[in-house]
């Protein structure tokens, strides 16, 4: 029987290349090259200003210190999301504060954000969940009338857009990830989007030890405090070769999703999220809520179809431990909420495969 992964990184003659032109040059750390990956990509987003960093954690933990957030502010950040957004507040001092999600979407509840604000909110981090957009019309209309700073944490949501304009664009900064399990990668790393020049100069400062200008690494000028959060440019041959496939990848993508929607129609107890595909958003992952989700998960496994359940609700993480009172939606969705196989390495007959195997599931006949 065929595996099929949840998700394939995928690399090929580009990068080899690429990568081969570094080593010859053999200073491979950040350098001409990743200043040529952030171009492409501040002209693939329409932005004027992109960081290459370490990772997404990365890059909201130097967006939250570049707006100067620290001990005894607050920031507002979704109970569902990876730990690493509530992980970037609490690192810098300040307190993550959780609020519940939306149980259509699971991305923030922007009703909730609203409860959550208090003297001491400084920040709202909406997740872009799967590549879903969170509703960040009113996230920034709220921004602007409380007066915070807004960090997109778009990790998943790479050329994915919201009401047609690209996520990780709304926000003061948006933070994208290049992990192994994202539409491009470069093993690690993170970009850093805004169009803010104050704010690109105070970043540029605080990843690289607080130098505005890089130098020999001797006599340098240090005006501020930073730390070292830069990129490598065997990274950025890395991303640039993942560039060529971009567009093959985001159609493939789409494909699945369209797949997954016509096959998975109509079974009691399951159900996709949803993708506004017509409004230009991307789906990264393919996801749905499903009854007897842990029990689907191995029945799937044992025919090789391999899913991804959600995330534990970040509340009940030991460090940010609460009781579930006050986060109906997410204590309820989460045990549900899985990752089906959403690579842009599948096949038409891979989506086919897993949506029958879904329906013999809810079908009870599952002996073959
Ligand atoms: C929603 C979300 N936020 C943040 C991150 C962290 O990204 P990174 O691993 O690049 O730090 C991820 C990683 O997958 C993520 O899914």
Request: net charge positive.
């Amino acid at each position: 029987m065929k595996n099929i992964p949840w998700w394939q990184p995928q690399f090929g003659e580009m990068e080899r290349h690429l990568i081969g032109d570094v080593l010859s040059n053999a200073f491979p750390n950040e350098g001409v090259l990743t200043g040529i990956f952030e171009k492409k990509i501040a002209k693939l987003l329409g932005v004027r200003h992109v960081l290459a960093v370490t990772s997404a954690t990365a890059g909201m933990f130097l967006s939250l210190k570049a707006a100067g957030i620290t001990q005894g502010d607050e920031v507002i950040v979704p109970d569902i999301s990876f730990i690493a957004t509530a992980n970037a507040v609490e690192m810098t001092g300040a307190k993550a504060i959780l609020a519940d999600v939306d149980p259509k979407t699971l991305t923030i509840d922007t009703k909730k954000i609203e409860r959550s604000i208090t003297k001491r909110t400084r920040a709202i981090i909406p997740v872009h969940v799967s590549g879903r957009g969170a509703d960040m019309k009113t996230i920034i209309t709220l921004a602007r009338k409380h007066e915070l700073f807004v960090i997109e944490d778009a990790a998943e949501a790479f050329m994915s857009k919201h009401e047609k304009i690209y996520l990780g664009t709304y926000g003061n900064t948006g933070c994208f990830s290049l992990s192994p399990a994202k539409t491009i990668t470069t093993g690690q790393g993170g970009l850093i989007v805004t169009s803010s020049d104050s704010l690109y100069l105070k970043l540029k400062m605080l990843k690289d030890q607080g130098r505005p200008v890089r130098g020999t690494g001797g006599d340098d000028i240090h005006p501020g405090l930073g730390f070292n959060f830069k990129f490598t440019d065997l990274q950025a041959a890395v991303g640039i070769g993942q560039l060529s496939y971009l567009k093959k990848r985001i159609t493939r993508m789409k494909k699945n999703y369209r797949l997954y929607k016509t096959g998975l129609e109509n079974i009691p107890g399951f159900s996709l999220l949803p993708f506004q595909i017509d409004n230009g958003e991307l789906p990264q992952w393919t996801d749905a809520l499903a009854d007897r989700r842990d029990e689907l998960d191995s029945y799937l496994k044992s025919k090789n179809i391999h899913c991804r359940r959600y995330w534990h609700p970040i509340h009940t993480q030991a460090y940010y431990k609460q009781s579930n009172t006050k986060f109906p939606v997410s204590t309820n969705s989460s045990p549900q909420a899985i990752w089906l196989p959403s690579s842009f390495t599948l096949t038409d007959k891979d989506v086919e495969d897993v949506c029958k195997a879904i329906r013999r599931f809810y079908s009870n006949e599952k002996k073959n």
